[in-house]
């Protein structure tokens, strides 16, 4: 209805998933990557998780895209499944035939067997894509798990790809899920949109669409990066109800405050007010056709594209209910009162021993990273973003500042969805990742431990004790056996297993085992170092 307004050939901002609309931001490409490379390995699970809305399933289908034709696709989107009615519904997408009311599991598993012999004798790679897989239950994440040893004597006959949200890693770091989780070969987690990438993003939706004019000033587009923390749905949804509301209003840019109000009516936070009041009095039939549109946008989704979206579900939730579930209450308007910039600093490193139940005193211990020295651990001090400090996934000393411009320290304990737990002086609060953001400048130190007898870059040809350490974890973290007591060189072998580690922790596959690399092991193979984002508890 607003097209000839603007000069639009067609809507920009459907959510209807038309893949000339695609954009991909540079974690969308390297969760293709990480895609790409779990579906060239040997069998396993490949995971992929984000938050809901940040376009995981968009993401797969590049990779279907690129798959060769006469690979073995099956899809499930419901995984609210029992065992025996996930490997009925495996069968049903697979195309193979079980008897009637068949409810025996090896059956099942047989037929399932059977098919990926022939699958694999005729040249095909067979794959099981299962969305939304928060959802499946540990039994159900078991008999997947049991699906996967299914082989012959030189490789692996199934691939699954695991999308979901993020607390699929917290459910697969249960113990009773370690074995699933070891024959995890590539994991990506997909973040929302930067601030550059939403302009980036909007920008080429209305190129698609047919204008190259700006609709969106940067002003605009700064307040859509805040209102939507860049998640692409909700960016899709607000912009479509901005252009409705400044095609009512005869203007031909969309305002900051036009942007204010599509978000109060999508969000269901005020009655309807300003420009939109204006709209449903302007004319019953544009808010049928809405009503229409909605409607058979999301029949597309459910009919068409086997894709569930609840948009109106969705769409009532404020962002910050749509962007975090089941995390503490914060309060960015509430800062304590910044404490002198060295007694914030050691109080900071207090609470970040306290985390590796360490007790530290300057006056007793001397500096911190002495005293860390001193207990096997290590300090180590990068400047880079939430990514990057979130990727390390240990608790942390942040240098903030203050509106003034004033320095301080902060310990920053536990992340949970976007809410942060820090230490200021005596007080801790919970806030948000974004107010983190907006008084950080990078910085930050955290403690990490290596091995024995680890004293620089382990690198291809390497000798010495810290080997059989290596292969030690590389055995549990793969699911293999030792090399033996004997190894102690770094061969092409080891080098060869850990890219493919890095590979699927986001990390560069170079080969060289460094810092980032040794706290990437301890996180997963090492119980008692300090975790950043805590697992959540069983009953979650």
Known sequence: MYKDHFGLKEPPFSIAPDPRYLYMSEQHREALAHLVYGFNSDGGFVLLTGEIGTGKTTVCRCLLEQVPEKSAIAFIFNPKLTVDELLATVCDEFGITYPENNKSIKIFVDLINNFLLNAYGAGRKAVLIIDEAQNLSADVLEQLRLLTNLETSQKKLLQIILLGQPELRDKLSRPELHQLSQRIIARYHLGSLSKDDVKAY?????????????????????????????????????????????????????????????????????????????????????????VFGAVLATSYYKNNMNYRADVNEESSQTVTETAIESTPQQDDSYWPDIPEVQKSRVTAYKVLFDQW?????????????????????????RRGNLRSLLMLNRPALLQLFNEEGRDYYAAITTVNG??????????????SLSAIESRWLGNFTILWQPPADYKQNIRTGHRGPVIQWLDKQLSAIHDRALLGEGSMTYTDELTSEIKQFQMAEGLKPDGIVGTKTIIHINTLNNQA?????????EDQ
């Open 529 to 537: 170092v300090p975790h950043l984002m805590k697992k959540q508890k």
């Open 418 to 431: 976007e809410i942060a737990t820090l230490t200021i002086g005596s007080e801790t609060i919970n806030v």
């Open 357 to 381: 139940n360490l007790s530290y005193s300057p006056e007793k211990n001397g500096t911190a990273c002495s005293y860390a020295n001193s207990h096997g651990l290590r300090c180590l001090y």
């Open 202 to 290: 909007v920008n080429h939706r209305l190129s698609v669409a047919g204008v190259h004019d700006t609709l969106f000033p940067d002003s605009a587009l700064s307040t859509l990066y805040a209102i939507t923390g860049g998640v692409p749905r909700l960016i899709n949804i607000i912009c479509d109800r901005a252009l409705l509301g400044a095609f009512v209003n005869e203007k031909k840019k969309i305002s900051r405050s036009i942007l204010k109000i599509a978000a109060r009516e999508v969000f269901g936070t005020e009655k309807t007010t300003g420009v939109f009041r204006k709209a449903a009095a302007w004319s019953p039939l544009v808010m049928v056709l809405i």
